[in-house]
């Protein structure tokens, strides 16, 4: 497959604390996407970085790129317990569809 | 803030029924597709759909599987024979340029097939 995994699988913090994932693929690609998804709801967009990207923020995200290892990782600062969830990676390799990773359970302890 | 519509948020049919999902992409979107989350796993492309035709789709869109854009705004899903691993979560979403901007997701409808 294209796409390999994230991890770390699961990920319990305390409130207020870092949270970092991490994601890996095979081939090269275009973008790549992080959604994060709240239990059984929708997926929300949170950020897109392209090939030619090595960092991109926004508010308490970081997301940075390294095309060279093929992975990506999420940063969350001053992580609130709001931010509980599942995040995931999605892999554009140049045509149209997303290719998922297995996500990162996120917990932030109160 | 612009954003894709699904009905129905939750469908229960026994097998062998066919099942419609509806969507509504964002309007200015050019690129419709529909992923499927069964529960517990990752997220799955099924298709993608421009211009009003396919333009890409995976192994598990068999012939028991179709989409339409029956009108300008909607974007539908059908299964002809709902079995019982059809169960999961479907997710339609929609992005500018073809796999280049962001794809939005709507919230999604979970399909329970008994």
């Known amino acids: 497959s294209q796409q390999g995994e994230e991890d770390p699988q699961a990920l319990s913090i305390q409130e207020g604390e870092n949270a970092t994932m991490n994601c890996s693929y095979k081939?090269?690609?275009?973008?790549l996407q992080w959604y994060r998804q709240n239990s059984g709801r929708g997926l929300v967009h949170l950020i897109l970085i392209r090939s030619n990207e090595r960092e991109k923020h926004s508010g308490r995200l970081r997301v940075t790129l390294d095309t060279s290892k093929k992975s990506s990782s999420l940063l969350i600062t001053a992580s609130r317990a709001a931010d509980t969830a599942s995040y995931f990676c999605a892999s554009n390799f140049g045509n149209e569809k997303l290719t998922f990773g297995t996500g990162t359970r996120l917990t932030i302890i109160p | 803030e612009p954003e894709v519509t699904q009905t129905p948020s939750h469908q229960v049919t026994q097998m062998g029924q066919e099942v419609i999902l509806r969507c509504v992409p964002i309007?200015?979107?050019?690129?419709f597709y529909w992923y499927r989350q069964i529960l517990g796993q990752k997220v799955e492309f099924l298709v993608s759909f421009y211009n009003n035709e396919i333009s890409e789709k995976s192994e598990i869109f068999d012939d028991q599987f179709s989409v339409e854009r029956p009108d300008g705004s909607n974007f539908t899903l059908k299964i002809r024979s709902t079995k019982l691993e059809d169960s999961a979560m479907y997710f339609c979403a929609s992005d500018e340029l073809r796999g280049s901007t962001e794809a939005f997701f709507g919230q999604g409808t979970r399909l329970t097939v008994v």
């Open positions: 081939t090269s690609i275009n973008n």
């Open positions: 309007s200015n979107h050019l690129y």
